[in-house]
């Protein structure tokens, strides 16, 4: 690298550097000033090596993109990278998951953030991060209006990191897609995740799935969905919002036209809420794949759901009976002895 002072990328993801690797590597980034996009995840790096990177990071000021997810930085190591941050005015993409940063790490992580304005991509997902870190987290979004990405997914967020959460969403006009789940902000957390929505009129994506959702929160979320026409992927499956959630949620897709998935799995819903959400199909002319697999729908609700995507064109995913069929105009069975057709109810976390 010391050779090479017109470096602009550099991927040495993968290997098992450590904390000593990481330190020779920063060291080589002091001689390259025009790098803009460093990729140093799974690499077993520490607080230690973290703070050898950051040292590196102030000596290029070009830097955009820097992905150093899945190390074990610590709350140590965040404060570290977060003050490498703050020589890097230029960043547009950190990818900082899996790190265990923790809600001090988050909080660090938002300093470093104030001084990234033109920040658009941040995932900090996998952090173990609860409603203190989330509302860290929230104030450094307030820094950043560009941002148009936030992966904030399988944390420790209730519905206080909700809330908080939801105010920094509204210093983000330009967001398009929001990944919160894997969390658990409940009915409430639901209710302020979609005031949040509403001043984001531009999001595209939207993953709110095990969070605990009611069907009052599914009718709040109904509400931020009416705000944002240009919706074009929802997943809100692995909740309990039931038949009136379904209604409710039904009433939220005939306001965004552009609706091309959903995915409103694991809700507990049965033939009135197939009924409601078989209405809301018929007002998404763009809609190309519905999952509606491990609820409680029969032959009813079914025929309602098959008799809307065969005459729109829609792929429907759908648990019935002994069988998984899915419904793409034409109807193909599965045997209950393939893994698809087994009723696997909610999943369990899992490592990334």
Same mark, same amino acid.
């Given at each position: 690298?010391?050779?090479?002072?017109?470096?602009?990328?550099?991927?040495?993801?993968?290997?098992?550097?450590?904390?000593?690797?990481?330190?020779?590597?920063?060291?080589?980034?002091?001689?390259?000033?025009?790098? !803009?996009?460093?990729?140093?995840?799974?690499?077993?790096?520490?607080?230690?090596?973290?703070?050898?990177?950051?040292?590196?990071?102030?000596?290029?000021?070009?830097?955009?993109?820097?992905?150093?997810?899945?190390?074990?930085?610590?709350?140590?190591?965040?404060?570290?990278?977060?003050?490498?941050?703050?020589?890097?005015?230029?960043?547009?993409?950190?990818?900082?998951?899996?790190?265990?940063?923790?809600?001090?790490?988050?909080?660090?992580?938002?300093?470093?953030?104030?001084?990234?304005?033109?920040?658009?991509?941040?995932?900090?997902?996998?952090?173990?991060?609860?409603?203190?870190?989330?509302?860290?987290?929230?104030?450094?979004?307030?820094?950043?209006?560009?941002?148009?990405?936030?992966?904030?997914?399988?944390?420790?967020?209730?519905?206080?990191?909700?809330?908080?959460?939801?105010?920094?969403?509204?210093?983000?006009?330009?967001?398009?897609?929001?990944?919160?789940?894997?969390?658990?902000?409940?009915?409430?957390?639901?209710?302020?995740?979609? $005031?949040?929505?509403?001043?984001?009129? !531009?999001?595209?994506?939207?993953?709110?799935?095990?969070?605990?959702?009611?069907?009052?929160?599914?009718?709040?979320?109904?509400?931020?969905?009416?705000?944002?026409?240009?919706?074009?992927?929802?997943?809100?499956?692995?909740?309990?919002?039931?038949?009136?959630?379904?209604?409710?949620?039904?009433?939220?897709?005939?306001?965004?036209?552009?609706?091309?998935?959903?995915?409103?799995?694991?809700?507990?819903?049965?033939?009135?809420?197939?009924?409601?959400?078989? $209405?809301?199909?018929?007002?998404?002319?763009?809609?190309?794949?519905?999952?509606?697999?491990?609820?409680?729908?029969?032959?009813?609700?079914?025929?309602?759901? /098959?008799?809307?995507?065969? /005459?729109?064109?829609?792929?429907?995913?759908?648990?019935?009976?002994?069988?998984?069929?899915?419904?793409?105009? /034409?109807?193909?069975?599965?045997?209950?002895?393939?893994?698809?057709?087994?009723?696997?109810?909610?999943?369990?976390?899992?490592?990334?």
């Amino acid at each position: 690298m010391k050779a090479c002072p017109q470096l602009q990328t550099v991927d040495i993801s993968r290997n098992s550097i450590g904390d000593a690797g990481a330190a020779s590597f920063a060291d080589g980034m002091k001689a390259c000033p025009q790098l !803009q996009t460093v990729d140093i995840w799974g690499n077993s790096i520490g607080d230690a090596g973290a703070a050898s990177f950051a040292e590196g990071m102030k000596a290029c000021p070009q830097l955009q993109t820097v992905n150093i997810s899945i190390n074990s930085i610590g709350e140590a190591g965040a404060a570290s990278f977060a003050e490498g941050m703050k020589a890097c005015p230029q960043l547009q993409t950190v990818n900082i998951s899996n790190t265990s940063i923790g809600d001090a790490g988050a909080a660090s992580f938002a300093e470093g953030m104030k001084a990234c304005p033109q920040l658009q991509t941040v995932n900090i997902s996998y952090n173990r991060i609860g409603d203190a870190g989330a509302a860290s987290f929230a104030e450094g979004m307030k820094a950043c209006p560009h941002l148009q990405t936030v992966n904030i997914h399988w944390n420790s967020i209730g519905e206080a990191g909700a809330a908080a959460f939801a105010e920094g969403m509204k210093a983000c006009p330009q967001l398009q897609t929001v990944d919160i789940s894997y969390n658990d902000i409940g009915d409430a957390g639901a209710a302020s995740f979609a $005031d949040g929505m509403k001043a984001c009129p !531009q999001l595209q994506t939207m993953n709110i799935s095990i969070n605990s959702i009611g069907e009052a929160g599914a009718a709040s979320f109904a509400e931020g969905m009416k705000a944002c026409p240009q919706l074009q992927t929802v997943n809100i499956s692995s909740n309990s919002i039931g038949d009136a959630g379904a209604a409710s949620f039904a009433d939220g897709m005939k306001a965004c036209p552009q609706l091309r998935t959903v995915n409103i799995s694991d809700n507990s819903i049965g033939d009135a809420g197939a009924a409601s959400f078989a $209405d809301g199909m018929k007002a998404c002319p763009q809609l190309r794949t519905v999952y509606i697999r491990r609820n409680n729908i029969g032959s009813t609700g079914a025929a309602l759901l /098959r008799e809307v995507a065969t /005459r729109k064109g829609i792929k429907l995913d759908t648990y019935l009976g002994r069988a998984t069929w899915t419904w793409t105009g /034409r109807l193909s069975g599965r045997s209950t002895d393939s893994p698809q057709a087994t009723r696997s109810g909610r999943r369990g976390r899992r490592c990334p």
